[in-house]
């Protein structure tokens, strides 16, 4: 009979839809594989902290560049996605003020087809990343085919992220100023419970609920209660963002069509790049969180500072 395929560290096997973990260490004493429930503080303001975790995700990216096209990917899809609706929706002339059920249909069509998109892609590209992360070199193909096996949880989950924030979408557009700081903090909240669905979705093979179930109750268990996101990877990306437009500014000095191309090509790299880089984070942050230890040059301290309780945030001064 032929062997399952292991990883190279023999912890994990591929059962030909997720990675299992081997049933002998399924549940390792102790903690030699994984970080403790409390690691050690993370050293280093927010930025010092945010500069190691793009390090160490560039570090993965630059060894493995197949995890950067899938955010390519995405984004061609989206585009190839929303041009043809985007004529549906001038044709029918959806735009105008009077139209406005249709637009919400056409809108809700949207929503449903770019989440799948996104989604998918994302799927992929932590599958990838938790395959690198585990010693593996996945390829795009790879990375395709391990999201494809669980296309039907991720067009369910899809449905529940657009739902969701189409309702957030006609909250803030409808209800004023009420709705505009509603529709923030049930986004913020959303985003925040649902942060590992995807990489519990692909890696433990569950249903969409239960992925969403199963990231809140990682999050409480590693984390606690009240949690609000640090978002300490963000403030380089952030830094590069701003170095684009300040770029793109000289060049449009000398001549607007070329700064405009500047600034045009300069976001798309740092989007497809954000999002592989926020991508290999996530895993990396959701192997730490499920004590499946830390992998390429991440630092436990740096992956707990990932999300903090607002309990523990004081008022200056």
Known sequence: MTQPPLSPDGRWWWDGHAWQPVP????????????????????????????????????????????????????????????????????????????????YVLLAWYYLGASFIGIFFNAALIAGAMAHLRGERPSVADCLRMAAAHAGQILVYSL?????????????????????????????AWGIATAFAVPVLVMEDRSAVDSIRRSMRILRERWGESLVGTG???????????????TSGVFFA????????????????????????????????????????????????????????????????
């Open 254 to 317: 000398v001549s607007p069509i070329l700064g405009g191309v500047v600034l045009g090509a300069g976001l798309a790299a740092v989007m497809v790049l954000g999002s592989a880089l926020t991508g290999i984070f996530r895993a990396a942050v959701y192997a730490y969180a499920t004590d499946q230890g830390t992998f390429g040059g991440f630092d436990p301290g740096d992956l707990t500072s990932a999300y903090t309780t607002r309990k523990r945030r004081r008022l200056a001064g």
């Open 160 to 188: 529940i992220s657009a739902t969701v924030g189409l309702a957030l979408r006609v909250i803030r557009e409808e209800f004023g100023i009420v709705g505009k700081i509603v529709a923030a903090v049930v986004g913020v």
């Open 24 to 103: 002998d260490i399924a549940h390792p004493a102790a903690s030699t594989s994984g970080p403790a429930p409390f690691a050690a503080a993370p050293t280093g303001g927010r930025w010092e902290r945010g500069l190691r975790l793009a390090r160490a995700s560039w570090d993965i990216l630059r060894s493995n560049p197949a995890l950067g096209v899938l955010p390519v990917l995405s984004f061609a899809g989206l585009v190839l996605y929303l041009l043809p609706l985007l004529g549906i929706a001038v044709g029918m002339g959806a735009f105008d003020v009077s139209q406005r059920p249709l637009a």
């Open 232 to 246: 300490a990877i963000t403030l380089p990306l952030l830094a590069v963002t701003l170095g684009v437009a300040m």
